[in-house]
């Protein structure tokens, strides 16, 4: 049997960033081949990526890069905030988040892209359980891009540069002054984060969403007594206080609290010198859709007592 020296497992834990038990245990198994003692870690990491698939992931972080005219927000997502502190998972959502200013559109592509030494993003995420002992998720990614003009990040909830809760990106198209276009597309991404649009204009509202709400409202009216062409005034007129709350440039600008957003664009394209066109935003909430376990303390001592 080949003695398994402690600079071998040295090496391996670096390598692999296993824990030093399992990287000895690795060289053991495998007769000190370092490459097949990293073959067998890996399927193990497999393994407890499976045990793990199952707990919920709900934390994590959002993670934002921006250059230039191109923004990237990914998603990753862990079962406790206590991993979202971790250096190890910031490093590992940073580089993915980079990785994403070229494949964010297609997240296939991302999962697949060449992360560290080789390996996958998929790949490394399976690693990274292993090593942190928590379920990690790949979400979801998205990626904004402009021709002329930019594309501004926000995150709120910072824990670490283009890292936190909530990540934004707003993509202004214009060929003025770019120093202006970035405040103003920083005080846009804020009041994206505050606000929660769901839509860019009235035009890209969804349908379905659209005739929900129109029916909602409808059924409402009808309650009033109001004859049918009364009704559809009233419906029409509420349609526009659904668009003021969802739609991103009906809504009022939470900086100042009394303009429209599309005018707030509008008069500031005086001062940058060009006409500005908002064309695009992504808002990602960390966790927003997850089902989170909620545990009843008390249930538990009971059940425990019993």
Not at 143 to 163: E, F, R, T
């Amino acid at each position: 049997m080949a003695e398994i020296t402690a600079a071998a497992v040295k090496e391996l834990r670096e390598k692999s960033g296993a824990g030093m038990m399992d990287c000895k245990t690795a060289l053991t198994e495998n007769g000190g081949d370092m490459e097949a003692a990293i073959d067998w870690l890996r399927t193990k990491g497999l393994s407890a990526a499976a045990k793990k698939a199952g707990r919920a992931a709900a934390e994590g972080l959002v993670g934002m890069a921006v250059d230039g005219k191109t923004g990237a927000l990914v998603e990753i997502n862990s079962e406790t905030d206590f991993v979202a502190r971790n250096e190890i998972f910031q490093g590992f959502v940073s580089k993915t988040t980079a990785l994403a200013l070229a494949h964010g559109d297609d997240e296939a592509a991302l999962k697949a892209a060449s992360f560290d030494g080789g390996k996958s993003v998929d790949e490394a995420v399976v690693e990274l359980v292993a090593t942190i002992g928590e379920n990690i998720g790949f979400r979801r990614s998205a990626k904004l891009s402009v021709g002329d003009g930019v594309v501004v990040g926000y995150v709120h909830n910072q824990v670490a540069p283009g890292l936190g809760k909530i990540g934004v990106l707003v993509a202004l198209e214009s060929t003025g002054d770019a120093g202006k276009l970035d405040e103003l597309g920083r005080q846009l991404a804020m009041h994206v984060a505050a606000a929660q649009p769901q839509f860019l204009d009235v035009a890209s509202v969804d349908a379905g969403a659209l005739d929900r709400e129109r029916e909602v409202l409808a059924e409402q009216a009808r309650e009033s007594g109001k004859p049918e062409e009364i009704i559809e005034k009233m419906v029409e007129g509420r349609l526009r206080k659904f668009y003021e709350e969802v739609v991103l440039n009906e809504q009022t600008f939470v900086i100042d609290g009394e303009t429209k957003v599309s005018k707030v664009v509008e008069a500031a394209a005086k001062e940058i010198g060009a006409p500005v066109a908002l064309a695009g935003f992504v808002r990602f909430t960390l966790g927003e859709g997850i089902e989170r376990r909620e545990d009843d303390f008390a249930e538990e001592v009971a059940k425990l007592a019993n």
